[in-house]
């Protein structure tokens, strides 16, 4: 079955670094685009960046470009999120996703709290 599971996030201050992760099973993940999302309190879910499956090609949220950075790593079925100069906004839970025949497949989400 397909698992997705976030990891890497945890409180920082305005200004600093995060890098997360997320370990993917269950499918061939060189062929599949993957995704971040997130999700601020009282807020919808958004798409932060997203990846194809080579790596080849990213998109970015207008928010977030000139500071994250989403990459892969096919050979261990992982991808990334380093997001730099966090600002207080950027505060959600991030979660992984891919793209599913019906529905898209989603992670348990990790915590960034960006916080003075």
């Known amino acids: 079955q397909v698992q997705l599971v976030e990891s890497g996030g945890g409180l920082v201050q305005p200004g600093g670094s995060l890098r997360l992760s997320c370990a993917a099973s269950?499918?061939?993940?060189?062929?599949?685009?993957m995704r971040w999302y997130r999700q601020a309190p009282g807020k919808e879910r958004e798409l932060v960046a997203g990846?194809?499956?080579?790596?080849?090609?990213?998109n970015y949220a207008d928010s977030v470009k000139g500071r994250f950075t989403i990459s892969r790593d096919n050979a261990k079925n992982t991808v990334y999120l380093q997001m730099n100069s966090l600002k207080s906004e950027d505060t959600a839970v991030y979660y992984c996703?891919?793209?599913?025949?019906?529905?898209?497949?989603w992670g348990q989400g990790t915590q960034v709290t960006v916080s003075s």
């Open positions: 990846i194809s499956s080579t790596g080849g090609s990213t």
């Open positions: 269950g499918f061939t993940f060189s062929a599949i685009t």
């Open positions: 996703s891919r793209p599913g025949g019906v529905k898209d497949y």
